[in-house]
């Protein structure tokens, strides 16, 4: 039970290149589905992790970069095939640069500092996650352009805001 965390993000870290191959290629109904098992096993891992006490280093350090990994290469992908407005998915890539930039700074210098991650980053990352899964369901003909429009002003009011509260955490 200790190394199942590891063992789903692991999956998820193996499974974001298949998932963003779907998305490149427009077969939207299976990222839509391979991207909501990914997302669930986001989930999964912290809430077994916290539940039997099995969270390791490893895990700590893998998790956000399979969710860097999952999620900004998602934004990517339909940022560039103009599903997402470029303004919007220069944004979320900006805000998990800056995150990225500010830890490589503290483990060059060597400073022991914890970050734990905020209310307002889970909520940006739910937000991405839905904007993702919606957005693929509405290129599949599933999801209404309203739903996109409203879901792509949360998403990114809370990742300005998210980056602005991490940027005040660092400093």
């Known amino acids: 039970m ?3 965390p590891n063992l789903l993000t692991a999956a998820r870290l193996l499974a974001a290149p298949y998932i963003l191959y779907l998305l490149w290629t427009g077969n939207y109904r299976s990222a839509l589905v391979w991207f ?7 989930v999964l891992d912290g809430y077994l992790a916290r539940r039997f006490k099995a969270g390791s280093r490893i895990g700590a ?13 998602s934004f990517l992908t339909l940022g560039v095939k103009g599903v997402f407005p470029i303004w919007l998915t220069i944004l ?5 640069l800056m995150i990225v ?3 490589a700074i503290v ?6 500092r914890h970050f734990p991650p905020s209310m307002w980053g889970k909520a940006s990352t739910a937000a991405q996650i839905a904007y993702v899964l919606f957005a693929a369901g509405h290129e599949a003909g599933l999801t209404p352009m309203i739903v ?12 300005l805001w998210s980056g ?6 660092v400093s």
């Open 101 to 103: 930039g500010f830890a």
């Open 36 to 42: 909501a098992i990914a997302s669930l096993t986001d």
């Open 164 to 169: 602005i509260d991490y940027a005040r955490r």
């Open 61 to 73: 350090l893998l998790d956000p970069v399979a969710d860097k990994i999952l999620l900004s290469g």
């Open 107 to 112: 483990l060059a210098r060597k400073i022991h």
């Open 148 to 159: 996109m429009t409203t879901l792509g002003w949360i998403t990114a009011g809370l990742t």
């Open 2 to 4: 200790a190394q199942l």
């Open 92 to 96: 979320v890539l900006g805000r998990d």
